[in-house]
């Protein structure tokens, strides 16, 4: 292959980094921008230039997936040779090759989880290590070691930041030390250390490091926004003096700086290296336009100097949909069959996904698409009924059910159990424990939407295992369900964006503008997720009748200038309160009696060219009454009622809060929110066609 040909089909941009083949080179690439392709014509293309031979090359990943992708693409292009590697992949080799020569004996044996031996250090601690959950120690000592915090800075540390730890520091700071004695005494590593003694070998034997950068001349790092400390680190290491590196990240899409990863390198890398070449990679190859300029507008506020604005390069698609919804169940039933809808126009379900803040948000969204016979698969977690604290609840509460009385209330029944094994009033400050957390608040809240409706204890038994039963089919080809951080790196032809209400996005616990800026960033990262359909999607409350909540602040501004006018998500109309979550019945045409296939139709309850009397001052009345409403309460108007809602309620004109609520889409909140204003007016039309 001639150098020229590696060139051939790459936009000015791409082309510019697969020409730039001397670093220091930054490329800033925004999602859908080919990233991966300008990186690998860009390695390519100094190989067959004789600008670096392909065994001189590291690639750095922060996945195997990623790493096995870009070995796939340079075979392709002719550069077979070129090492691609994650940073843990990469500094194990090179650990386990030099470890015998200059240390001597066996290489310490690598460890795949902590818990291990935090079980055990746990089991001589004191009474909070005890307690604690292994797996948040597990994160935290990982946090701290990834940003180079020894055991004895720890206490001090998180303090200083404000970081509340799974167990109190002092505490928290004894089990880490605790580790890391374990850990040497039994000649083990963990993936950070694996990093941490590469670096140290290479700087304290000159020959390890001469040896190491003479096989690796050229360096690439992909997704540069997510280096922690320690992998900076290392990668100062391997160069030393040299500045031959290429980084490629999005600062927009820095989602895990929980894990101590910091987008600070990226976007400071042309200071860190003055005359770097810095290309921007702004071309969206992924997504229409429509969901481009939601994905930019997102961005508009955010207080990061650092945003890339996408340019579409796909055809027109349709506009994003925003749909409200009355509660939870009814927003996963109308994902359901929206999902559905989308199947039967022939969109593979595999191109389809759910998407949500937190795993615990996946257990209705599970049962919606069991009733509706959709498959589906839950990405990055267990299924709902699958995950080890949802199983062990039900072991107790079915014991329960055997010995309960007659007239044992449910709910508080329920909250008793789950108690005892984990459910308390506060959630834990994160990690493993909040989501166990999260899991058995499910289950409770479950439990008094079915107390509402009054169920017993045996019943609300039953109902679990019926659901774990419809959700336990074999697993086949289905829609994705994924929380927001597992979706990232992956992309669908549908999208739907669930839950987006405040409290679950921005999370709860995101108290400091920089934790909420990481939330929007999260929205973004799911936004860009979709090609051509995307919807965003909103309950007012949990349960029907329940307390109302308010949208995403995240989506302030945003529908009114992307929802067509009368429409929300494709003309998916919000579903009114259901005690039961089952698949809605066929509605009739009130005027000719026909089936209605469309949902605007379905709202209007009549066919769109079946004619209907009424009053336009009515709905002239409405929507001036509508504009005024949505800015007091500082939210775009559709979020009130939308334009085929007010249509409805004009034609009906209701009189009564039964009138009203027979109306598709306006359930108890909404009845109680606006309910007196609209009728007033409706009234007032009345008398005054009566009078005239």
């Known amino acids: 292959m001639e150098p020229a040909d590696v060139l051939v089909g790459l936009d000015p941009e791409q082309r510019e980094v697969a020409e730039a083949v001397r670093g220091p080179v930054c490329v800033l690439a925004g999602a859908g921008t080919g990233k991966t392709r300008a990186i690998t014509h860009r390695i390519a293309y100094a190989v067959h230039s004789g600008v670096v031979d392909?065994?001189?090359?590291?690639?750095?990943?922060?996945?195997?997936?990623?790493?096995?992708?870009?070995?796939?693409?340079?075979?392709?292009?002719?550069?077979?040779?070129?090492?691609?590697?994650?940073?843990?992949?990469?500094?194990?080799?090179?650990l386990t090759y030099f470890w015998?020569?200059?240390?001597?004996?066996?290489?310490?044996?690598?460890?795949?989880?902590?818990?291990?031996?935090?079980?055990?250090?746990?089991?001589?601690?004191?009474?909070?290590?005890?307690?604690?959950?292994?797996?948040d120690l597990a994160?935290?000592?990982?946090?701290?070691?990834?940003?180079q915090i020894h055991p004895e800075d720890y206490a001090e540390t998180v303090k200083k930041i404000g970081r509340t730890p799974p167990i109190p520091a002092e505490e928290m700071a004894r089990v880490y030390d605790a580790y890391e004695a374990l850990r040497r005494e039994r000649h083990l590593v963990d993936f950070e250390t694996i990093l941490e003694l590469t670096a140290a070998l290479m700087t304290e034997h000159g020959e390890v490091a001469a040896e190491i950068r003479r096989q690796y001349r050229y360096f690439v790092v992909d997704e540069y926004q997510d280096v922690n400390p320690l992998q900076k680190l290392l990668l100062d290491t391997w160069l030393g003096d040299r500045d031959d590196v290429c980084v490629v990240g999005d600062p927009n899409q820095t989602i895990y700086s929980?894990?101590?990863?910091?987008?600070?390198?990226?976007?400071?890398?042309?200071?860190?290296?003055?005359g770097a070449t810095v290309v921007r990679l702004v071309r969206d190859y992924r997504s229409t336009p429509q969901v481009v300029s939601l994905a930019n507008r997102v961005l508009e506020v955010a207080r990061s100097p650092h945003r890339l604005s996408l340019v579409a390069q796909r055809p027109d698609g349709p506009e994003p949909a925003f749909t409200e919804y009355a509660d939870e169940p009814a927003e996963a039933a109308g994902i359901a069959r929206a999902v559905r809808a989308l199947a039967d126009r022939g969109v593979p379900l595999r191109e389809m996904a759910v998407l949500f803040r937190i795993n615990a948000q996946s257990q209705v969204y599970e049962q919606a698409l069991a009733e509706a016979g959709v498959p589906y698969l839950v990405r990055g977690a267990d299924r709902f009924f699958e995950r080890p604290e949802v199983r062990k609840a039900v072991v107790l509460l079915r014991g329960a059910a055997r010995s309960a009385g007659a007239g044992d209330d449910l709910a508080p029944a329920v909250h008793h159990i789950l108690s005892g094994i984990g459910l308390t009033p506060e959630p834990p400050a994160g990690g493993r424990a909040r989501e166990e957390w999260e899991s058995l608040k499910a289950l409770a809240e479950l439990a008094e939407d079915l107390a509402a409706q009054g169920a017993d204890l045996p019943g609300f038994v039953a109902e679990l295992e019926r659901r774990a039963a419809e959700q336990h089919a074999p697993e086949v080809e289905g829609v994705t369900l994924a929380s927001l951080h597992a979706a990232k790196g992956l992309e669908w032809d549908a999208v739907f964006l669930a839950g987006l209400t405040d409290g679950t996005l921005p999370i709860i616990h995101a108290r400091t503008p920089?934790?909420?800026?990481?939330?929007?960033?999260?929205?973004?990262?799911?936004?860009?997720?979709?090609?051509?359909?995307?919807?965003?999607?909103?309950?007012?409350?949990?349960?029907?009748?329940?307390?109302?909540?308010?949208?995403?602040?995240?989506?302030?501004?945003?529908?009114?200038?992307?929802?067509?006018?009368?429409?929300?998500?494709?003309?998916?109309?919000?579903?009114?309160?259901?005690?039961?979550r089952t698949v809605a019945a066929p509605v009739g045409c009130r005027v000719c009696g026909k089936t209605l296939t469309s949902a605007a139709e379905q709202k209007l309850g009549r066919c769109a060219s079946c004619p209907v009397d009424y009053d336009p001052a009515l709905l002239e009345s409405l929507?001036?009454?509508?504009?005024?409403a949505a800015?007091?309460?500082?939210?775009?108007?559709?979020?009130?009622?939308?334009?085929?809602?007010?249509?409805?309620?004009a034609e009906r004109a209701p009189?009564?809060?039964?009138?009203?609520?027979?109306?598709?889409?306006?359930?108890?909140?909404?009845?109680?929110?606006?309910?007196?204003?609209?009728?007033?007016?409706?009234?007032?039309?009345?008398?005054?066609?009566?009078?005239?």
Request: glycine fraction near 10%; charged fraction near 25%; charge should be positive.
């Open 54 to 94: 392909a065994q001189g090359v590291l690639a750095v990943t922060f996945t195997t997936r990623a790493a096995g992708e870009l070995r796939q693409r340079l075979r392709a292009l002719g550069a077979p040779g070129v090492q691609a590697r994650t940073f843990h992949a990469a500094a194990l080799r090179q």
């Open 100 to 135: 015998p020569r200059v240390i001597g004996g066996d290489p310490p044996a690598v460890i795949e989880s902590k818990v291990p031996l935090l079980r055990a250090v746990c089991r001589s601690a004191g009474r909070e290590a005890a307690q604690a959950e292994p797996r």
């Open 139 to 147: 994160s935290e000592i990982e946090w701290a070691k990834a940003g």
């Open 258 to 274: 929980f894990t101590g990863a910091s987008s600070h390198y990226l976007t400071g890398f042309p200071v860190e290296y003055p």
């Open 514 to 580: 920089e934790q909420v800026e990481e939330e929007r960033r999260l929205l973004y990262v799911g936004i860009t997720r979709a090609r051509v359909h995307l919807g965003l999607s909103w309950a007012l409350a949990r349960s029907p009748g329940g307390r109302p909540r308010r949208p995403s602040r995240f989506l302030d501004g945003l529908g009114g200038r992307t929802a067509a006018p009368g429409r929300t998500a494709g003309d998916r109309p919000a579903v009114a309160p259901a005690r039961r």
């Open 623 to 628: 929507r001036a009454w509508r504009t005024a």
């Open 631 to 649: 800015k007091e309460a500082k939210v775009p108007p559709y979020v009130v009622f939308t334009d085929v809602t007010l249509q409805a309620i």
């Open 655 to 692: 009189v009564s809060e039964q009138d009203l609520m027979a109306i598709t889409g306006i359930g108890r909140v909404k009845l109680e929110r606006y309910g007196e204003a609209v009728l007033a007016l409706c009234r007032a039309a009345t008398q005054k066609t009566e009078d005239a």
